[in-house]
């Protein structure tokens, strides 16, 4: 019965099986991630932030998109180590948008500097 329901569920498009999590603390690690984010349903895959920039971030992927939508609707705000966690459905077009902005600005100073432009 709880099947059948969920299948006649629509739900936003902007709603999908990855989960940006951020304002994690620095320490933790995958385990603690899985121990977290595992209640909610079967994980496929957990990503967390080493570099400089990215430290403090993750992706967790489930297997399935309503267990995702319910990790994100209990986990947002969670305090974990006097941190609240911010968890986000993960858009690939936001993530897009911002490399293709800076490849849009490097081509408008090489036009400016070709034509002698200076705004």
């Not at 940006?20 to 603690?32: G, H, M, S």
């Not at 909610?40 to 570099?51: D, E, F, S």
């Not at 939508?69 to 974990?80: E, T």
């Amino acid at each position: 019965m709880a099947m059948q329901k969920r299948a006649n569920l629509r739900l936003p498009p902007e709603i999908n099986r990855i989960l940006y999590v951020r304002n994690l603390p620095y320490k933790i690690t995958a385990e603690e991630m899985y121990d977290i984010f595992g209640k909610y349903g079967a994980i496929r895959q957990i990503r967390v932030g080493n570099t400089p920039d990215t430290r403090g971030t993750a992706f967790v992927v489930y297997e399935d998109i309503f267990d995702a939508k319910n990790a994100c609707d209990h986990l947002s705000g969670f305090n974990v180590c006097n941190r609240y966690l911010v968890v986000l459905y993960y858009q690939a077009t936001k993530a897009f948008d911002k490399i293709n902005l800076d490849k849009e600005k490097e081509k408008l100073a090489k036009t400016q500097a070709k034509y002698g432009l200076n705004t």
